[in-house]
């Protein structure tokens, strides 16, 4: 069973940083695409980062420049590296793998920016 677990989330100042990881148990890992999402309150939720089995990265533009999307194939991870942060980056963050039309969410964990 595919279990992917988040972590990382917390509060930080505006212009900080933050790394969350993103713990996968499955087979294969490599082989799947990894997503960042975050749903902030009262939105819907939204693509920010993402990442191919071939390591072809693609984010939001709303994040470009300031977040960076990676994986540890050896260690079944991905990551998200924020800096800068902003509080309109306030949010639940999820991470989603995808196979072969098959997709799997985490419980998410809470980034606060705030001063």
């Known amino acids: 069973q595919v279990q992917l677990v988040e972590s990382g989330g917390g509060l930080v100042q505006p212009g900080g940083s933050l790394r969350l990881s993103c713990a996968a148990s499955m087979n294969f890992f490599s082989l799947y695409n990894m997503v960042w999402y975050r749903q902030a309150p009262g939105k819907q939720r939204e693509l920010v980062a993402s990442?191919?089995?071939?390591?072809?990265?693609n984010y939001a533009d709303s994040v470009k420049g300031r977040f960076t999307i990676s994986r540890d194939n050896a260690k079944s991870t991905v990551y998200l590296q924020m800096n800068s942060v902003k509080p309109e980056d306030t949010a639940v963050y999820y991470c989603?793998?995808?196979?072969?039309?098959?997709?799997?969410w985490g419980n998410g964990t809470l980034v606060t920016v705030s001063s």
């Open positions: 990442i191919t089995s071939a390591d072809s990265t």
């Open positions: 989603k793998s995808s196979l072969w039309g098959e997709d799997y």
